[in-house]
Nanobody, 126 residues
Framework: QVRLVESGGDSVQAGGSLRLSCSVS????????MAWFRQAPGKQREGVAG???????SYADSVKGRFTISMDGAKNTVYLQMNNLKPEDTAIYYC????????????????????WGLGTQVTVSS
């Protein structure tokens, strides 16, 4: 069983920074992937950033250079550091994982993941 719990969402001004955390518990094996997705009102859930067990990362074009995904060495927490936030970043952010059998090219594809957190709200005002 795998459990993911997000935290760190908040309301910030444009240009500000925020770090989201996802607490991970359960059995994680080799070739795993972790990712952050977001969903704004009336829009589809989209992949933001993903990281594979070998260190490979992928980012949506809209966040490259501003967001960074990382994990601690014990795989207990996955982070999303968000800098220079923009109003269009406003969304509910979800963390997700597939504990085994993940491939790099699908890091930002929703169907890759089979465990999801319940989300944390990020609101950016200008």
């Amino acid at each position: 069983q795998v459990r993911l719990v997000e935290s760190g969402g908040d309301s910030v001004q444009a240009g500000g920074s925020l770090r989201l955390s996802c607490s991970v518990s359960g059995n994680i094996y080799t070739s795993y992937c972790m990712a952050w997705f977001r969903q704004a009102p009336g829009k589809q859930r989209e992949g933001v950033a993903g990281i594979r067990s070998d260190g490979t990362t992928s980012y949506a074009d809209s966040v490259k250079g501003r967001f960074t995904i990382s994990m601690d060495g014990a795989k207990n927490t996955v982070y999303l550091q968000m800098n220079n936030l923009k109003p269009e970043d406003t969304a509910i952010y979800y963390c997700a994982t597939v504990p085994r059998g993940c491939r790099e090219f699908s890091l930002l594809v929703r169907s890759t993941y089979n465990y999801w957190g319940l989300g944390t709200q990020v609101t950016v005002s200008s």
